[in-house]
């Protein structure tokens, strides 16, 4: 090789560019983007595989050219070891950016506040978990100072800091973090509905143009939301956003870590509506689970006994989520673990919009076992119809409808297609 170029930047997430962080004795990474440039110019193509499989990266390289290049920031004094994310982990510092050496934080030095600083500066959300121990025992020095933040610094080492005054800190006591990963729901009547953006660098609206209700049923329980009812997408007219690989997702990595950022090309923002209210969990589509209704006022999720349960509200759940008619309502039915469970009995007349606009009583059970919370099988919506033929098998191209939420729209024509394929099958 024996020539320095720029990296191809096409489509890297950041949990694939934060192998160049740690070859670089840099901290975690923060942000990955590409830049464009008016001419191709000869770059190296890293072949992802090989990058994560330990490799030294030259042995990765292809020659190229390209007019996009890998931009990628990391921390340069904080990282987070051995955690689940890019947001969890063991806590190191490294104060000395000659030495390269990275030391460990004792519990007993370092606070909340400093927590929120070391979040923020990661590009993570706020924290969530501060223990000691939580990611392993320590792996390095100790670092000999205690830190001071008053939380609105942008980084730890800005902090006060002062001589630590224990006089010692055993190995299980080091400090382990969690901060609540960057992803949050924006514009909408509540957390579980709007534009669904990510932070990486900065907030950054997420592609919604491959987003199926499938992937949107991922993000809602992601965020702790209900089920998922409604995508709706828009051209942006924002000069970067992002799209989610969800094959990343569904290898258990983060929203955050599975992000690639979009630069140059137009792209389609996406707005959201999961349910806030009411979930089915553990079922085999999204119109079937065990029912979950969501407290307000803590935003904790509890089960319903089936005794406290009739049709009238399985029509109004149904309804709500955007499925057909119930089919199947007993216990038992998608039970795997004990759950807290509902304490009130619903008493729906089966035409309201949502459950929680149902009148409800104290429920007069006693007890409440597992095998006895609603599991709810609504029937699949009927969401693809052909108008104006002689049957309901004939139609217009252009006429064929969708259902999404509960309103009637012309399919898109997006691509410039003029035509559209659909199996008879999906009509019967």
């Known amino acids: 090789m024996g020539e320095w170029r720029a990296v191809h930047g096409i489509d890297w997430t950041l949990r694939q560019a934060a192998v160049f962080c740690k070859h670089l004795g840099c901290g975690s990474a923060i942000s990955v983007g590409n830049s464009w440039v008016s001419e191709r110019t000869p770059v190296w193509e890293l072949i992802r595989d090989c990058v994560q499989s330990a490799f030294a990266l030259r042995e990765c390289a292809t020659s190229s050219s390209s007019v996009d290049t890998l931009d990628l920031t990391c921390s340069e004094s904080v990282r987070l070891m051995n955690g689940t994310s890019l947001c969890s982990g063991r806590l190191e510092v490294k104060s000395d950016q000659s030495n390269q050496s990275w030391s460990s934080v004792c519990e007993a030095d370092f ?166 209210s009411v979930r089915l969990q553990n079922g085999a589509n999204l119109c079937s689970g065990r029912l979950e209704v969501n407290n307000q006022f803590n935003q904790s999720w509890s089960s319903v006994c089936e005794a406290d349960f009739d049709q009238l509200d399985a029509e109004v759940v149904c309804r709500e989520l955007g499925c057909g008619s119930p089919s199947v309502l007993q216990g038992r039915g998608y039970v795997e673990e004990e759950t807290t469970v509902w304490s009130k009995e619903f008493k729906c007349g089966g035409h309201e919009p949502a459950l929680l606009d149902c009148r409800s009583t104290e429920s007069a059970r006693t007890n409440c076992s597992s095998g006895k919370v609603v599991g709810l099988t609504c029937s699949d919506p009927d969401d693809v119809r052909l108008v104006d033929g002689a049957s309901h098998c004939t139609g217009w191209a252009v006429a064929l409808l969708f259902l999404q939420l509960k309103e009637w729209r012309i399919f898109p024509d997006l691509g410039g297609r003029s035509t559209l394929s659909v199996s008879c099958l999906d009509l019967l």
């Open 111 to 276: 606070d909340q506040q400093d927590a929120e600083v070391v979040c923020r500066e990661l590009g993570c959300g706020p924290p969530s978990v501060v223990q000691g121990g939580l990611y392993g025992e320590m792996g390095s020095p100790l670092w000999s100072k205690e830190f001071h933040c008053g939380g609105h610094e942008s980084a730890l080492m800005e902090c006060k800091k002062s001589g630590s005054v224990k006089s010692s800190c055993s190995r299980n006591k080091v400090v382990g973090l969690i901060c609540s990963e960057p992803v949050k729901m924006e514009g909408g009547p509540n957390r579980c509905a709007g534009n669904l953006k990510v932070k990486q660098g900065d907030w950054k609206k997420v592609d919604g143009f491959f987003f199926t209700l499938k992937e949107a049923a991922i993000v809602c329980q992601y965020l702790d939301c209900g089920s998922a009812l409604n995508i709706d997408i828009t051209r942006s007219s924002d000069s970067s956003g992002c799209s989610i690989d969800f094959d990343c997702v569904k290898s258990g990595f983060s929203l955050k870590e599975c992000a690639v950022s979009l630069e140059s090309d137009p792209y389609f923002s996406l707005k959201l509506t999961c349910s806030d």
